[in-house]
């Protein structure tokens, strides 16, 4: 007689013999029809971005493969984030309607909430649909309803799409005047400082290096409110001089770049990293 675990077991094979036929004889069709993207123009093609919320109005152009803020300010643009905004043209969406005969105030496209232009075509972002929190956006005169997931990127300005370091490309540093520490470059191409301490050409460098290459956590509109702690002077090989605000050392290192109205926040163990030399950072 056979057992019940010898039965149990014949059982369950053939049921996986089952379900491996209905699998090869009822595959379900992998035709899934394809949304089109809302713009045939791709990320590559694009060479100018503008961008206008609120009383912003800001201007991107494609430098090889990087990307430069020309306006308000001039500075290299966070390319990762520049990305972010191009993403927008792959989204996959039918088109809902002829614009012609829809009421475009009542749905927030008469006054938008952000406007971009991808190579001078248009992009309007307006209001949100009551089901499933989708926006209604405007792209060269084709309506869609896209997932919520782009306007509060844009809405960031400038604080979302600058370069996250202090001095990019800026490679002719020959002076860097902190509040308790001075390096300058001799004749000689070497670094010296002004303490009694002798660090190392590699420590030394590598402060002038950060100002250059570290990237701050985030960054915010310079508050000009707040009161500055100490003036930091970054000297270049053309004779400018780049003033810098140090705001902040606890929680956080907060430097405020004046000129570009920006201030980049960095974590407070990167103060020996930025703002001065530790006995541990020389080599004897």
Same mark, same amino acid.
């Given at each position: 007689?056979?057992?019940?675990?010898?039965?149990?077991?014949?059982?369950?094979?053939?049921l996986i013999? #089952?379900?491996?036929?209905?699998?090869?004889?009822?595959?379900?069709?992998?035709?899934?029809?394809? $949304?089109?993207?809302?713009?045939?123009?791709?990320?590559?093609?694009? !060479?100018?971005?503008?961008?206008?919320?609120?009383?912003?109005q800001?201007?991107?152009?494609?430098?090889?493969?990087?990307w430069?803020?020309?306006?308000?300010?001039?500075?290299?643009?966070?390319?990762?984030?520049?990305?972010?905004?191009?993403?927008?043209?792959k989204?996959?969406?039918?088109?809902?309607?002829?614009?012609?005969?829809?009421?475009?105030?009542?749905?927030?496209?008469?006054?938008?909430?952000?406007?971009?232009?991808?190579?001078?075509?248009?992009?309007?972002?307006?209001?949100?649909?009551?089901?499933?929190?989708?926006?209604?956006?405007?792209?060269?005169? $084709?309506?869609?309803?896209?997932?919520?997931? /782009?306007?509060?990127?844009?809405?960031?300005? %400038?604080?979302g %799409?600058?370069?996250?370091?202090?001095?990019?490309? /800026?490679?002719?540093i020959?002076?860097?005047r902190?509040?308790?520490?001075?390096?300058?470059l001799? $004749?000689?191409?070497?670094?010296?400082?002004?303490?009694?301490?002798?660090f190392?050409?590699?420590?030394?460098?590598?402060?002038?290096?950060?100002?250059?290459?570290?990237?701050?956590?985030?960054?915010s509109?310079?508050? %000009?409110?707040?009161?500055?702690?100490?003036?930091?002077?970054?000297?270049?090989? !053309? #004779?400018?001089?780049?003033?810098?605000?140090?705001?902040?050392?606890?929680?956080?290192?907060i430097?405020? /770049?004046?000129?570009? #109205?920006?201030?980049? /926040?960095?974590?407070?163990?990167?103060?020996?990293?930025?703002?001065?030399?530790?006995?541990?950072?020389?080599?004897?």
């Open positions: 007689m056979l057992s019940k675990r010898w039965i149990v077991n014949v059982l369950l094979v053939a013999v #089952g379900l491996s036929l209905v699998g090869v004889f009822f595959e379900p069709s992998a035709t899934v029809e394809k $949304k089109p993207a809302i713009s045939q123009l791709t990320a590559d093609q694009v !060479d100018t971005i503008e961008i206008e919320t609120g009383d912003l800001l201007r991107l152009q494609r430098d090889n493969d990087d430069d803020i020309e306006s308000p300010i001039s500075w290299p643009a966070q390319v990762n984030n520049v990305r972010r905004l191009l993403s927008i043209l989204v996959e969406a039918d088109a809902l309607s002829d614009t012609a005969n829809v009421d475009l105030a009542a749905l927030g496209l008469l006054q938008p909430k952000a406007s971009m232009r991808f190579n001078g075509i248009p992009l309007l972002f307006g209001a949100t649909n009551n089901i499933g929190g989708r926006r209604y956006v405007m792209l060269d005169e $084709k309506l869609y309803l896209l997932p919520d997931v /782009h306007l509060v990127f844009v809405n960031q300005g %400038l604080a %799409l600058v370069d996250r370091r202090l001095l990019p490309g /800026h490679q002719g020959v002076s860097v902190l509040p308790d520490l001075e390096l300058r001799d $004749k000689n191409q070497l670094w010296r400082s002004n303490q009694a301490i002798e190392s050409q590699a420590s030394l460098l590598r402060l002038v290096d950060n100002w250059r290459d570290l990237q701050a956590t985030r960054i509109n310079f508050d %000009l409110e707040r009161p500055p702690r100490q003036l930091i002077e970054i000297e270049l090989a !053309d #004779g400018e001089v780049i003033e810098f605000l140090l705001m902040s050392e606890d929680p956080e290192i430097i405020a /770049h004046p000129k570009i #109205g920006l201030q980049f /926040h960095f974590r407070r163990d990167y103060r020996d990293q930025l703002i001065t030399l530790s006995v541990d950072a020389s080599e004897n």
